[in-house]
């Protein structure tokens, strides 16, 4: 049975021309990067390239990327790192949002425990935090406004650009997590008023465990490694160059892809599956991740769906791929006011640029099937 993966806000599958290029620094060009002989020297200038390829992607200096082992990671050095850098002048306060990924909130709650203050955003009912909200939330101990740019389960997509411009204002930094709308929707850091950007390559069809961060010039912020000194002594550990040469070419690819594709799949999936009768659409059609869907079929539990396309070979997601192993429920959807029941009839459906119109067609078959024989056994009316 042919599989059908539509989890690619989870993981995406590695581009082959992505394994083609890393393949080389698994083998024969294997040196370290700190290294002075040739192979040191090799790694070196591929690890420079790839730093400025991804630099470039957010019109970043070079020197304002560093390599981290994934999102998780730099999402931590970027909360935890600019926290130790300011406790110290009277500064502990920080402004997120209800609907950032587990890594954001997981680690702002052990920041609270190292005596930071956090105040966690409410979004509306589809998924936008109001920039207004970040502004007024702002007081003279906030050092930092931390925001999920493109959501992992709803798909929303936040004006960061009027957030950046309070920021800016204000004098506070500011941070966003782009795991998710890397290379999907536009990163500016100048125009954005960004500071600090969070990345990975997962997402992208690049390999899992190679994060980078984009970091401002002359932004104080503590190491979370300590060692040989390695990324501008910020994050000690010897560069995985086999990943970041497959990072920096899954952006390259990225560029050259037509993003209107994944659009338009996306556009009649969420067409074909509204006609399913009592069915809607978690999230806003507009302002959304081009890949993302998160759809609620009243009456009818997320996770049997699921089964069952499982059971056709096709691979969806009740919700974000970190906390599924949790039997909480989503606190995204959740955040944007659903119900316990509404929360667990809903399942997410993320496409990638491999998906087909064809594979579309046949889901939606199978899903109007599977759809009307649940609803048929179902005790919920
Ligand atoms: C929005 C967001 N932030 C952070 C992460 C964590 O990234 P990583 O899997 O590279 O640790 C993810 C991945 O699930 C994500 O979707």
């Known amino acids: 049975m042919k599989s059908i993966y539509l989890d690619n806000a989870a993981t995406t599958q590695v581009d082959k021309k992505v394994v083609e290029a890393m393949l080389p620094y698994f083998s024969e060009k294997y040196g370290n990067a700190s290294s002075h ?3 040191g020297q090799e790694a070196k200038r591929v690890l420079e390239e790839s730093r400025s390829i991804i630099a470039r992607s957010i019109s970043a200096k070079d020197d304002e990327i560093i390599f981290t082992s994934s999102g998780t990671e730099s999402n931590n050095f970027a909360l935890k790192g600019l926290f130790f850098a300011n406790k110290d002048n009277g500064k502990n306060h920080i402004i997120t949002t209800k609907i950032e990924h587990d890594c954001v909130l997981n680690s702002c709650k052990w920041l609270e425990s190292q005596g930071a203050k956090v105040s966690y955003l409410d979004v509306d009912e589809k998924g936008f935090v109001n920039p207004t909200d970040v502004e007024n939330t702002i007081t003279p101990e906030t050092f930092l406004v931390s925001i999920i740019h493109g959501n992992n389960e709803i798909g929303t997509i936040q004006d960061i650009e009027a957030i950046g411009r309070i920021c800016k204002e204000k004098g506070v930094l500011f941070h966003i997590d782009a795991c ?3 290379t999907k929707t536009k990163i500016h850091v100048n125009k954005q008023n960004l500071d600090l950007v969070t ?6 069809h690049g390999p899992k465990g190679i994060g980078a961060l984009f970091i401002r010039k002359d932004i104080k912020i503590i190491p979370l490694f300590h060692g040989g000194g390695h990324e501008k002594n910020l994050r000690s550990g010897t560069e995985n160059i086999p990943a970041i040469v ?4 899954a952006v390259k ?6 993003i209107n594709y994944v659009i338009n799949l996306r556009d009649k999936f969420i067409q074909g599956i509204l006609e399913i009768p009592n069915t809607n659409l978690n999230g806003l059609k507009e302002k959304r991740l081009c890949n993302n869907i998160n759809v609620c079929f009243n009456n ?3 996770e049997a769906i699921g089964g069952y396309l499982d059971a056709y070979g096709i691979c969806s997601s009740t919700g974000s791929a970190c906390s599924s192993n949790s039997l909480e429920s989503s606190h995204v959807l959740k955040a944007i006011g659903k119900t316990d029941l509404q929360i667990n009839t809903s399942i997410r459906l993320s496409l990638s640029k491999f998906n087909t119109e064809e594979e579309i067609d046949y889901v939606l078959k199978i899903l109007n099937k599977i759809v009307e024989k649940l609803r048929r056994i179902s005790p919920i009316k």
């Open 37 to 39: 002989h040739l192979k």
């Open 180 to 182: 998710q709308s890397y």
């Open 199 to 204: 990345l990975n390559a997962h997402k992208i």
């Open 246 to 249: 497959g990072f920096a070419k």
């Open 253 to 258: 690819l990225a560029k050259e892809r037509d």
């Open 300 to 302: 009818i539990e997320g």
